[in-house]
């Protein structure tokens, strides 16, 4: 569904060139859902601006539904849908009438387009607002009608970058329904970016964790965990001398990816520790070692994050401010500024503004 090599963008910043997607080659197939993981400034969204045309890559290839996305970018267009992080909708228009004006520009009938566009709205709790103008919407009202426009031609492969932005927990809730719907039902493949490590975590069969322009690790949520850090546990003890037979119980109990001891207590990180803990308790006792208290604490992919880059995924790199494309005009050029939301004429074309609209 998506193949790139090598795919690199960019820019003059500043008097200075900003390199801010370096040499990803990645691989989706039908019906993942993967997330791309990473602070702010890490090239998620650069990354996704150029699988859906929006810019050109500097060098390297990406293949999109089977289609190149510098060579044949309406091909990629028609098959994919693409909600960014900017308001997409018209501001004069009613929700309603940008619904089905967004689903005649794919093709559908005024019929199929009017059933699409009343299934999302009420998905996404907005079916009370069908006949609000758009501008009269809150900003979280907004984000979701984004949300509804894009999928409502069923696309193949749908991307969203930094989906939640703007919801609040419930919405986020039934936006991550939808999104299993979508897939559960018509096996979309699903593309988004986040830097929200719960929604990776429960969204995605795949993150894909990207820092400073470059994939540092692509497994699942669950291998990435357990593969790279584990779980903490930290046993706590009335007696400091008892350390070294703690540290003995659980190197014999389990094969710990670290152990450190900070003064009384033991901390240890180890895949499955919930499980080991009882067993660990009974063994202590039987070993006459009294413990004060012992905790654990599941692994997050911020630990994961943590470990492969030194620092939390909270703390970010900063956003890259970027200038005009380095380079000359071309395979490196910016897109127009409001890129066609659809591969209909000009005249049938609804009036969405999202730099995503494909």
């Known amino acids: 569904m998506i193949r790139t090599r090598d795919l690199t963008r960019t820019f003059g910043a500043k008097d200075k060139v900003v390199q801010a ?53 309406a091909a990629v267009r028609h098959r994919i849908g693409a909600i960014g992080q900017g308001n997409g909708a018209g501001q004069n228009q009613k929700v309603i009438d940008e619904m089905v004006g967004q689903g005649r520009a794919y093709g559908l009938t005024k019929s199929e387009s009017k059933a699409r566009a009343d299934e999302l709205l009420a998905g996404l709790d907005l079916s009370d607002l069908a006949d609000r103008v758009v501008q009269t919407l809150s900003g979280g009202q907004r984000r979701r009608l984004d949300v509804a426009l894009g999928m409502v031609h069923q696309p193949e492969l749908l991307f969203l970058d930094e989906p939640s932005t703007g919801l609040d927990p419930q919405n986020r809730a039934n936006l991550k329904d939808l999104i299993e719907k979508l897939h559960a039902e018509h096996g979309t493949t699903v593309v988004l970016t986040t830097h929200y490590m719960d929604e990776a975590d429960s969204l995605a069969d795949r993150v894909i964790v990207i820092d400073h322009g470059r994939i540092i690790a692509d497994d699942s949520p669950a291998r990435l965990r357990s593969g790279l850090v584990g779980d903490r546990l930290d046993v706590t003890l009335p007696d400091p001398t008892d ?10 109990m389990a094969t710990p990816l670290s152990v450190n001891v900070a003064g009384p207590t033991v901390q240890a990180r180890i895949d499955g520790a919930p499980q080991l803990v009882p067993q660990l308790m009974r063994v202590l006792d039987a070993d006459r070692v009294v413990v004060a208290a012992a905790e654990v604490a599941r692994a997050t992919l911020d630990d994961v994050f943590l470990h492969l880059t030194g620092r939390s995924l909270r703390e970010g790199s900063g956003p890259v401010d970027i200038g005009r494309p380095d380079g000359p005009a071309g395979p490196s050029s910016e897109p127009s500024p409001s890129p066609q939301p659809s591969p209909s004429t000009e005249s049938s074309q609804p009036s969405a503004r999202n730099e995503y609209a494909a």
């Open 21 to 73: 997607v370096k040499g990803i080659t990645l691989d989706v197939e039908p019906g993942e859902v993967v997330a791309f993981l990473g602070p702010n400034g890490a090239g998620k969204s650069t990354t996704l601006r150029m699988l859906t045309t929006l810019l050109n890559p500097t060098s390297g290839s990406a293949e999109v539904a089977g289609f190149d996305v510098v060579k044949d970018p």
């Open 243 to 252: 350390v070294p037979r703690v540290v003995a119980a659980i190197e014999r």
